[in-house]
């Protein structure tokens, strides 16, 4: 069975410093990867998804990037975080095709103080 | 443009009453729909999508919706509900075949003993 991964749980970082959240997918092959951010615990922004190894869309222009440098990997970076960054930020997957749902990682709280 | 609609921020039930959790949608052509819950600082778990066929689907812990094309409408439903129940729902809403994932705003929903 497929399963997401997601760490570190929890992060606080100070203002300016540099950020890295990983994601990586196991038990599938060639996913469609995704980066949320749940702002006050409701509304969904998607901010990047990929469908192949190099290949990023990004939905949102700010203050970070995301990278896949392997299949089952995603990774969202900052290089210097912005107090606005803080939030709820969600990795899913899906199979390619329209009718596949997302899984969601358990998410990183990232607090930037 | 494709869009979707949770009217209510909470809903509030007694346990072992029936409950329903309200979305509708806009689209072009024939939608893909999902329903997701999220339990506090956790991520989105996947309980049912409707794609073609049966106007009602069934899903997971006893979860239904039913789709409505006239009402554009895909309401959540289950006939008793639990106080394990009480999350964070949300509606998505996606225009195939490659039409980006859109989520409402999530409606919170009480269950009481």
């Known amino acids: 069975s497929q399963t997401i991964h997601q760490w570190p749980a929890t992060l606080v970082q100070p203002v300016g410093s540099p950020l890295s959240l990983e994601c990586t997918v196991e038990?599938?092959?060639?996913?469609?990867l995704y980066w949320y951010r749940q702002a006050a615990g409701r509304g969904l922004q998607l901010l990047f998804y990929?469908?192949?190894?190099?290949?990023i869309s990004s939905e949102v222009p700010q203050n970070l990037s995301a990278s896949r440098p392997q299949d089952r990997q995603f990774i969202l970076s900052s290089k210097k975080l912005l107090l606005s960054d803080s939030g709820f930020y969600l990795c899913?997957?899906?199979?390619?095709?329209?009718?596949?749902?997302?899984?969601f990682g358990n998410g990183t709280r990232l607090t930037v103080t | 443009a494709q869009s979707v609609a949770q009217p209510e921020d909470q809903v509030n039930v007694a346990e072992g009453n029936p409950l329903t959790v309200k979305c509708t949608y806009s689209?072009?052509?024939?939608?893909?729909l999902f329903w997701y819950v999220q339990y506090p600082n956790r991520g989105l778990q996947f309980l049912l999508k409707?794609?073609?066929?049966?106007?009602l689907v069934k899903g997971s812990y006893g979860f239904e919706a039913e789709f409505n094309k006239s009402q554009t409408s895909f309401h959540l439903k289950k006939p008793s509900a639990l106080v394990s129940d009480s999350a964070l729902y949300f509606c998505?809403?996606?225009?195939?075949?490659?039409?980006?994932?859109?989520f409402g705003q999530g409606t919170t929903l009480q269950v009481k003993p």
């Open positions: 899913a997957w899906s199979l390619t095709g329209g009718s596949s749902p997302l899984h």
């Open positions: 038990g599938t092959s060639n996913p469609n």
């Open positions: 990929s469908v192949g190894i190099g290949q």
């Open positions: 689209v072009s052509g024939n939608p893909y």
């Open positions: 409707y794609i073609t066929g049966d106007n």
């Open positions: 998505a809403v996606r225009s195939p075949p490659t039409g980006k994932l859109i």
